[in-house]
């Protein structure tokens, strides 16, 4: 089993807009006073390897949704499951945002999908409401907000780069630019969801919280 820690940030506004932070310069940055214009929006999604303490960031230009969230899990694990040959099973810790809540009928969809693509079984470990903070990958983004605070991230490739160059336990994280949209608010009718629920296996005690997904 590998255990992973996953969760989205904040969209990150490119533009030359101020995030408050300090950088030791000759000179001052010149910012713009108000963050009402912005060149485009970064939807920043990662991956963290709790153990190995490898970390992989996803920067989206669309929408934060379960089709973007899943579509960045696979792609990771068809880049780098040479790395895991062991592996039969994920752990995943998560918050219940709006994208990946366990009664999300996309999400069930193409989490059960997931499995079913890559033989997995996928244990869904969610924490509560208010406890998020706890999520390991919750400590990365704050290293990261700490990292680029001081820059102005006036393009996606200046964003990118900053994210490149932080630290995580002495590691520098994998990043990648997801391209193409992403609709919102899709739903999975009754009949169709039936066949996924299927794979979904709630604990009985924390139907919410806890949840296996397995391949059919």
Known sequence: MLRLSIDSKAKVKIGNLSKGGKARRLKAH?????????????????????????????????AETSDFIVDCLLAWWQAH??????????????????????????????MAQFCQT????????????????????????????????GALLTTVEAALQWASNMTWNGLKPSVQLVDGGYQKQITVPKEELEAYEQQWQRSEHLPKWDITVVPN
């Open 30 to 62: 010149q910012a713009d006073d108000h963050d009402d214009h912005w060149q485009s929006v970064l939807v920043p999604f990662g991956i963290l390897d709790v153990r190995g303490s490898q970390l992989w960031l996803y920067f989206g230009q669309s």
């Open 81 to 110: 499951r040479q790395d895991y040959p062991a592996v039969e099973e994920l752990a995943i810790d998560l918050d219940g945002g709006s994208a990946i809540r366990s009664n999300r009928t996309q999400f069930i969809k193409r």
């Open 118 to 149: 890559t033989g997995l079984k996928v244990n869904l470990i969610y924490y509560p409401p208010y406890h998020s903070k706890y999520n390991p990958i919750e400590r990365c983004w704050a290293a990261l907000e700490n990292y680029w605070n």
